[in-house]
């Protein structure tokens, strides 16, 4: 059946923002960042071999080149969607009933627009949100998911916000 042009049916797949930005927060860190990453890694790879523990020190110092090799690598830029259907990151779709709800984080200076999933994993999808505004956003999505104020922060949160303020790697 042909449709009339510019006739809209409440099925059909609209666009309602898309946009680019890093696929994750990335802030460039300084010498002083990489010594004392270093540095932590020698005292506990010390300790490790002292009690004979070759496995885990393989294990610490994978982690450690790990968080090395992200810190100093700039992510390259995802190209985000949000739809009448769902949610597009790259090249994977998330239909609204797969997602819980969101709410927004500030994340190494930058605006993160975080998602949480119905489903184990990925629990939460993080996303940059680059030039879009956190209010453009919200309400687009406030529309097909609960929209958190405040989300009480785990344990593991308050304990890593806790070592990053006690503890810096480097002065910011």
């Known amino acids: 059946m042909d ?4 006739s809209h049916h409440d099925y059909d797949i609209r666009t309602l923002i898309s946009w680019s930005a890093p696929g994750r927060p990335f802030r460039k860190k300084g010498k002083q960042f990489y010594l004392s990453v270093l540095l932590i890694l020698f005292f506990f790879e010390v300790i490790l ?6 496995e885990l020190m393989v294990v610490l110092l994978a982690l450690s080149f790990l968080s090395i090799v992200l810190s100093s690598v700039k992510p390259h830029d995802f190209h985000y969607k949000i739809t009448t259907e769902g949610l597009k990151v790259e090249d994977y ?5 797969e997602l819980y709800d969101f709410y927004f984080k500030k994340i190494e200076g930058q605006d993160v627009l975080i998602v949480r999933t119905q489903d184990f994993l990925p629990g939460e ?3 940059s949100l680059g030039d879009i505004s956190r209010e453009h956003a919200r309400k687009v999505l406030v529309a097909y998911l609960p929209y958190r104020e405040y989300v ?3 344990f593991m949160e308050r304990s890593a916000d806790w070592l990053s303020t006690n503890f810096p790697l480097e002065k910011v």
């Open 49 to 54: 071999f002292l009690f004979s523990q070759y």
């Open 152 to 154: 009480h922060p785990t």
């Open 93 to 97: 779709f998330y239909i609204w009933s």
């Open 125 to 127: 999808l993080k996303i």
């Open 3 to 6: 449709h009339p042009a510019g």
